[in-house]
């Protein structure tokens, strides 16, 4: 079985590795995951068998919130060394962080129309990662509508910090603004866990963290394919323009 | 070895660039530019669209960054005193880089704050005389035709007298009266001792004035040597070879 | 074909060394040295200074324009009054549901201001003229924060009495908190407003971008904007518990985004 992904061609070695043992150890955390979920997790007392999907949807956030973290770091050693890679590995990772967070968010409803009897509610938790969506959406949205790739580059590294100084900001001020997550308590650093509970927890955060390596051992190198492509493309057009063109005097 | 580590600053260096490589995403604009341009000098760069005389003078401006090589300005890496470097140059740009929305005069004294400028109130005034304005200078900037956008243009580089003065195709859209009086400035100019650049597509324009030549094409300085002995038919033959040269 | 082109040496030799031309050399590098001793006005007061001037500008033409303030104006007369078609005001009672009107209102125009203000600078290309003066970007930026404060308390000084007039509630007793309120918010609004306008004012479809950045990012001062305004419109006070928390947060938003986008703003203006 060969694995989707990018050219074999020249690759490092240690990445071919990474690129296929990766999404191995995702996909098997993952069924390790779900088995727990279901078969090794003690029953939650108030909510029964829905609450599993914390197991899915807690563990997300948390990773969610490392992505956009690595973007925080990669957007400033881009600026400070104005190298590709840096602004590769922050594209990159605010996609990734982009899909952990849509997982929070559509797992969320899902757990919560059956507890609380509505798809939605403008409760803390819920809302901070909506916000969080928005403004990395805005940042991927500002990536597609600028044009010069340096440019987009700069304005990108620019956002990716502003986006995550405002993070715990966001975070504060939704939870003053709504009280409390009925859940918080349960959820925060498995304090209140019963041990099988945490297990499995910890074996999500672990999937998720697997996960999001894996996307990107795949994307970053995609990333710098694209750029590879488009320098040839640049270069030969500019050949050819040069065998057309012709000098004009006024 | 830069220009900035080459020492003291060099008086007579007024703007130098060693292996300078802009891109513009993948293309490359400037290619590997080595250029020294002394004090006094009136150097003129001709060449077609895309041949990057206008990145090359921009870039000199501190307008752009290169993305790799150097430059430097009276002997100084521009990155370490920018204010400096920038209060000693000038650009004449297209577009005038001036707002529509004030008077000519209003505009005048923003920019002589901005540099500092001792008395900018009277130093425009004696600007705008020059520039032949002195009618018009309550009226907004928007009310003004191509040409006297170009002289006020002119007026506003000069404010802060900058030893270094930079033009991007000033000629563009002139009629001739305007054209006329942009020459006798530039005359000014050069017999003030200013060290002046200026970019142009026209080569009448700038066989007249200039002390040295410059040709360039696809990023490259393909032709460069005192203005002397050229004339308009001999320079003409020669932007010739050299655009359909580079183009082989 | 033609033989290519000898390609002279950039920079002709230096003629040889006579008397005068030392002299004339000597000359040169004193003038150079007295130049140098003479550079522009430095140091924080003189970038104040320059900020100061850059605000000053576009007030001036604002005043002779009137192209924003006015627009702004009517923008947020025109959602008070749309807003005031979804709310009942004969029977909510403006100090519950009026704050969200008013912020609303504020917001909205605010947003086209921001984009004015780098609009302004494309005609002609000002902003090269701007970054070819000796002020850094940061003061640049703390320029157009200025002019883009002033626009905004502008409008919202004009806005509000009107609002009390059209929906009926005492304005009076209110008025110091409110003021203070709204000021201090408007602030931070501005901070991120100015720089994110900066930003979109060189994208496509920037005036679609402009308001979903900023919104998403001002969610926390809209919120405390929102809470504060509603604490203050029912009587209470500046430094009552809850609203305390909130003015203290919205203090630490405008500090750290006007902050970060200073430091950050010549990243935005480079080419």
């Known amino acids: 079985m060969s694995l989707p992904g990018p050219a074999r061609a020249d690759r490092p070695g240690w990445l071919a590795a990474a690129q296929m043992l990766l999404p191995l150890i995702a996909g098997g955390m993952a069924i390790a995951t779900l088995y727990g979920a279901f078969f090794y997790a003690a029953r939650e007392k108030t909510m029964g068998d829905v609450q599993r999907i914390f197991y899915f949807h807690a563990p997300a956030g948390i990773m969610c919130f490392l992505a956009f973290f690595v973007t925080f770091l990669a957007s400033i050693a881009y600026l400070r060394t104005r190298r590709r890679i840096w602004d590769i590995v922050g594209h990159s990772s605010v996609e990734a962080g982009m899909l952990l967070t849509s997982i929070v968010l559509l797992t969320g409803p899902f757990w919560a129309r059956p507890v609380w009897g509505t798809w939605w509610t403008w409760e803390a938790r819920l809302v901070w990662t909506l916000v969080l969506w928005m403004i990395y959406a805005g940042y991927l949205l500002l990536r597609r509508y600028t044009d010069d790739p340096d440019q987009q580059a700069r304005f990108a590294a620019v956002m990716g910090i502003v986006g995550f100084l405002d993070v715990p900001i966001v975070y504060y001020s939704v939870h003053w603004w709504r009280g409390h997550h009925p859940l918080v308590l349960k959820v925060s650093g498995g304090g209140g866990l019963e041990p099988t509970m945490r297990i499995v927890f910890l074996g999500g955060i672990i999937t998720y963290l697997f996960l999001y390596m894996a996307l990107m051992a795949l994307r970053v190198p995609l990333g710098r394919m694209e750029d590879d492509l488009r320098r040839l493309e640049a270069s030969s057009r500019a050949r050819a323009r040069g065998r057309r063109d012709m000098a004009r005097v006024t | ?248 | 074909m033609n033989p290519p082109p000898a390609v002279t040496p950039a920079g002709a030799a230096a003629p040889a060394a006579t008397p005068d031309s030392q002299a004339a050399h000597a000359a040169r590098a004193d003038h150079h040295a007295a130049r140098r001793a003479r550079g522009p006005d430095m140091g924080v007061r003189a970038e104040l200074a320059r900020a100061a001037l850059v605000a000053a500008k576009d007030l001036r033409i604002e005043m002779r324009s009137l192209d924003n303030v006015p627009a702004m104006f009517f923008f947020a007369l025109l959602v008070l009054v749309i807003l005031s078609f979804g709310f009942d005001f004969s029977t909510a009672k403006f100090s519950d549901v009026g704050a969200g009107v008013l912020w609303v209102a504020f917001v909205f125009p605010a947003v086209l201001s921001f984009g004015h203000a780098f609009a302004l600078e494309r005609d002609g290309e000002c902003l090269s003229g701007l970054r070819l003066t000796p002020a850094d970007a940061g003061t640049l930026y703390l320029g157009k924060l200025a002019a883009n404060i002033v626009f905004m308390l502008a409008m919202e000084a004009a806005i509000l009495p009107l609002s009390a007039v059209l929906f009926g509630y005492d304005l009076a007793p209110v008025l110091a908190p409110l003021a203070f309120v709204i000021a201090v918010h408007s602030v931070g609004f501005c901070a991120v407003g100015t720089l994110f306008g900066a930003m979109t004012a060189r994208t496509r479809r920037g005036d679609v971008l402009l308001p979903i950045l900023l919104f998403s990012v001002s969610v926390p001062l809209m919120l405390a904007a929102v809470r504060t305004t509603s604490a203050v419109l029912n009587g209470g006070g500046l430094w009552d518990g809850l609203t305390k928390t909130w003015l203290v947060m919205t203090c630490l938003f405008d500090l750290v985004f006007t902050t970060a986008a200073w430091l950050s703003f010549q990243y935005l203006l480079e080419e």
Do not use: C
């Open chain 2, 1 to 248: 070895m830069t220009p900035a580590e080459s020492g003291p600053a060099d008086p007579d260096t007024v703007a130098a660039a060693r292996s300078l490589t802009r891109r513009f995403g993948h293309h490359v604009a400037l290619d590997a530019v080595d250029l020294d341009v002394r004090a006094g000098e009136f150097l003129t760069i001709f060449g077609p669209n895309g041949a990057g005389k206008t990145t090359l003078l921009r870039t000199l401006a501190t307008l752009l960054r290169p993305t790799s090589g150097s430059i430097s300005l009276f002997g100084i890496d521009p990155r370490r005193e920018p204010e400096w470097i920038r209060s000693r140059l000038g650009l004449i740009a297209h577009s005038g880089l001036l707002y529509g929305g004030m008077s000519a005069r209003d505009n005048l004294i923003f920019y002589g704050r901005m540099y500092s400028v001792p008395d900018p109130a009277g130093r425009a005034a004696r600007l705008l005389t020059a520039v032949g304005l002195q009618d018009r200078t309550a009226d907004l900037v928007r009310t003004y035709s191509r040409g006297m956008l170009q002289r006020l243009g002119i007026a506003r580089a000069l404010m802060h007298e900058p030893e270094l003065v930079l033009l991007d195709e000033p000629y563009t859209g002139l009629d001739q009266h305007a054209a006329r009086m942009l020459r006798g400035l530039l005359g000014t100019l050069s017999g003030e001792g200013r060290t002046v650049i200026m970019v142009t597509h026209q080569l009448e324009e700038g066989l007249e004035i200039s002390s040295r030549l410059m040709i360039m094409a696809r990023g490259r300085i393909e032709h460069d040597a005192p203005a002397a002995g050229m004339t308009r038919a001999s320079l003409e033959r020669l932007y010739h070879d050299v655009v359909d040269g580079a183009a082989a």
